[in-house]
């Protein structure tokens, strides 16, 4: 967040970030927290879901985002009672699709009717078929479009600029386009649209006098090279080297974060006179990954009869949290066990099957994304030794 914080502070008018993580990395929740930094700073920030526009299983095209990107910012403005009168981008939108004869046809615009806007905002969130239309008229026009959102964005600056002050710097955090996946039917063709999206039209989405921030699906890091991109890794409990040698800090932050969970008396309670040391079991098996531990502490207060917990309450606690990473597949546990001897990814194409296959590995926590100078990727600690028996026994066996 101090990096992305940086950016934007030492960027002139406007500047453009790409932020990502894994899915359970908390990318939201360090959203909130730049957010609050930025205005704490006195900078102006707004902020939108893509998810309240856009189907995150449908592909995406450059002209559905660009009337999203104006749409969510007028929203936004509206939220934060900054003036844009009734000339919001809706309306704007929806009088331009109105001078057009195939605008009026296709869509079904009536001239003049009272909070048109409003509907087609609505139109456009709840209507797949009418975003197909939409997108389809728009698709020839994009030059135009890009002009009018663009004028949108600078009218918008004006108003806060009116509000706050002619030095106002603004800041636009748009957030969850990374959960734009598709289904199983069209996985790869969602994830395509979303490539080009960020490899062939990014200029286009840089917003004058704004600094954006897009989260945007932690994949793309394997498929655009070049592509600058902030990408929140797990907390570090081992460092890169043939024994994982322990990472104290790591273990101190989430040993702080058990502790905040429990109070001192509590902990002392639940865990009894070793607390920390059998809280750091739990710790270690997390990998690191926030949502893991609390999933493990979870289970073990479900599983506790006694205080202090037994033993074998917080073993059955590891089991019931190992399981949601099981069963896996002999060729996954064959790549696993790669990553975790190479302790990288191991990416033989980027074809969009190999980096899906890869993604569903990152985001289930079974491949953990890691960081001490240089990225680093490891097998999870709840699954390395299920991995390892896997592939010996397909070794002896056979696929069977």
Known sequence: MKELERRINYADVESLSLFSG??????TTELFRLRKRLKDAGLTVLCADALEYIDPASPVEIADLL??????????????RIDISADNYWTRLRNSLIKTDVGV????????????????????????????????????????????????FEDGIKAVRKAHGDDAKVVFLFDSLEQIRGSLFNEQEVTHSVEVLFSTHLKL???????????????????????????????????????????????SALGSMVKKRFGEEGLQ??????SLARARK?????????????????????????????????????????????????????????IERERDTLLRTTDAAE???????????????????TEWYDVHPLVRDEVKEIVARAAVFGPT
């Open 22 to 27: 894994f899915r359970g990395s908390g990318k």
């Open 67 to 80: 009337i999203v990107l104006a749409g969510a910012f007028s929203d936004a403005l509206v939220k934060e």
């Open 105 to 152: 046809k296709e869509l079904g615009l009536k001239a003049g009717a009272e909070g048109a806007g409003v509907d087609l905002k609505l139109e456009f969130r709840t209507s797949p078929l009418f975003r197909q239309r939409l997108s389809k008229h728009m698709s020839g026009r994009i030059g135009e479009l890009r002009s009018e959102v663009r004028e949108f």
């Open 205 to 251: 989405l840089e917003i004058p006098y704004v600094h954006v921030v897009y989260t945007v699906p932690p994949w793309l890091k394997f498929v655009l090279k070049g592509v600058d991109m902030i990408v929140l890794p797990c907390l570090r409990l081992w460092n890169n080297d043939s024994g994982r040698s322990e990472c104290t800090s790591g273990g």
């Open 269 to 274: 309670r639940f865990f009894g006179s070793a």
């Open 282 to 338: 739990l710790i270690a098996l997390s990998g690191g990954h926030f949502r893991d531990l609390l999933l493990l502490l979870r289970e073990t207060v479900l599983r506790t009869d006694a205080l202090p917990v037994p033993e074998v309450a917080i073993d059955r606690a590891i089991v019931r949290v190992r399981s949601n990473f099981l069963p896996i597949a002999i060729e996954d546990a064959k790549w696993l066990a790669d």
């Open 355 to 373: 980096v899906n296959r890869l993604t569903r590995f990152l985001d289930t926590h079974v491949v953990l994304y890691l960081k001490n100078g």
